[in-house]
C-alpha cells in the first residue's frame, strides 16, 4: 500500500512492465459468477490500495501497466509502447481507480482492457490499438475492451479502434462514456444501464441485443443500429441511411 513508481522506463519484459498485484485469498471465486456479489464489487476487497504509477516510459512486454487485485491507485502521465496484448488492464484491479493522461501506442490488442472494475475513471487518455487479423492481416482495433463491471467512467478519452463488450464474459452495469471521440464501432450488446454523453462516433454505433441505457446528445457520423431499449435524445446524425 501506500507506493509510488515514478518516472521508470522499461524496455522489455516476459509479461507486464508494471504490475501491482493486491489479490487475497478469494478475490479470484468470491461470487464469480455472479453480477452483484459483494466480493467482486468490493472496492475494498483489493489487497493493493492508494498506489501511484506516473510519468513512466514503458515498452514492450505482452502488457503495460497492470492493477491485479488493486484499489484507489492512480496511474496517470505514462507513455506505454508496442505491448503485444494490452496496455492497460485493469483486471479485477480498478476498484475506486484513476487513469488519467495516459499514451497507449501501437497496442497489439486492447489499448483498456476492463474486467472486474468498479468506480473506474479513466480520462483524458490516447488510447492507440494496432490489431490486426491475424488470417487476413485486415485492422481490427480495438480501444477499450469491457467485461464485467459496475459504475465506471470513461471521459475525454481519444479511442483509435472500437468499444466493445463482447470480447470477454459478463455484464458491464451502468458505465458513463462522456466527451469521447471513438474512431472504431461502438458495440455494446450486453451492457445495461449505459450512458453515453456527448460523445462523437466515427464508426458504426451499435447499441444492441440486451443493451439498455441513454444515448444523449452524441454525434454519429456513420450507421446506427439502435436496441429498443436504448433512449435517444438529442442524437446529431450525419449518415442519412442509417437504420435508425
Same mark, same amino acid.
Given at each position: ?18 504490475? /501491482? *498485484? =493486491?489479490?487475497?485469498? @478469494?478475490? &479470484?471465486? #468470491? !461470487? ?25 516510459? /514503458? *515498452? =514492450?512486454?505482452?502488457? @503495460?501497466? &497492470?492493477? #491485479? !487485485? ?26 475506486? *481507480? ?147
Amino acid at each position: 500500500n501506500n507506493c509510488s513508481v515514478r518516472r521508470v522506463r522499461t524496455v522489455r519484459s516476459d509479461d507486464g512492465g508494471i504490475q /501491482i *498485484s =493486491g489479490y487475497k485469498p @478469494g478475490i &479470484e471465486t #468470491v !461470487g464469480y459468477q455472479s453480477q452483484v456479489s459483494p466480493g467482486v464489487w468490493n472496492p475494498y476487497h483489493g489487497g493493493a490500495k492508494n498506489n501511484v504509477i506516473e510519468d513512466c516510459d /514503458i *515498452s =514492450g512486454g505482452a502488457l @503495460g501497466v &497492470e492493477l #491485479v !487485485g488493486g484499489a484507489q491507485c492512480h496511474v496517470r502521465r505514462n507513455t506505454i509502447r508496442n505491448a503485444t496484448l494490452h496496455g492497460l488492464r485493469m483486471a479485477g484491479g480498478g476498484w475506486d *481507480s484513476e487513469l488519467t493522461e495516459n499514451r497507449v501506442l501501437a497496442c497489439g490488442h486492447t489499448a483498456l482492457y476492463v474486467d472486474y472494475c468498479f468506480l473506474l475513471v479513466a480520462s483524458d487518455n490516447q488510447l492507440y490499438s494496432a490489431r490486426v487479423d491475424p488470417t487476413t492481416g485486415t485492422p481490427i482495433k480495438t480501444a477499450i475492451s469491457l467485461g464485467e463491471g459496475r459504475d465506471n467512467w470513461f471521459r475525454r478519452n481519444v479511442c483509435d479502434g472500437m468499444v466493445s463488450d463482447s470480447i470477454l464474459n459478463g455484464v458491464n452495469v451502468r458505465p458513463v462514456f462522456e466527451s469521447n471521440f471513438v474512431t472504431g464501432e461502438m458495440a455494446l450488446w450486453k451492457t445495461t444501464g449505459l450512458i453515453s454523453r456527448a460523445n462523437t462516433y466515427k464508426n458504426n454505433l451499435r447499441l444492441k441485443a440486451q443493451a439498455t441505457g441513454l444515448s444523449q446528445n452524441d454525434l454519429a457520423l456513420s450507421k446506427i443500429e439502435p436496441s429498443s431499449a436504448v433512449v435517444f435524445d438529442g442524437l446529431r446524425h450525419v449518415n442519412t441511411f442509417a437504420a435508425l
